[in-house]
């Protein structure tokens, strides 16, 4: 239980970096929240797919797969 709970903070920390990057003004904290969940899942399975370790190089590869879930969210729906 207490691993999700610091899941999602980690992952709403994470969607709020990722909308700041995105200029993702029009979503608010939940769905920013969800798509940093998202994101670290992406960064997860991209670090373990190139063997990479460490704290600072998972954060970033959460936060990068956070932006492409964005985008990607954005591109669907046709928002900018």
Do not use: Q
């Not at 709020?16 to 960064?43: C, E, H, P, Q, T």
């Amino acid at each position: 239980m207490i691993t999700l709970i610091v899941s999602v903070i980690v992952g709403a920390i994470i969607g709020s970096i990722a909308g700041k990057l995105m200029d993702n003004k029009r979503m608010g904290f939940w769905k920013n929240a969800f798509f940093g969940i998202l994101g670290s899942a992406v960064g997860g399975y991209a670090g373990e797919f190139l063997h990479t370790g460490g704290l600072l190089i998972n954060f970033v590869l959460s936060v990068a797969g956070a932006c492409l879930v964005i985008f990607i969210a954005r591109k669907i729906t046709g928002r900018n």
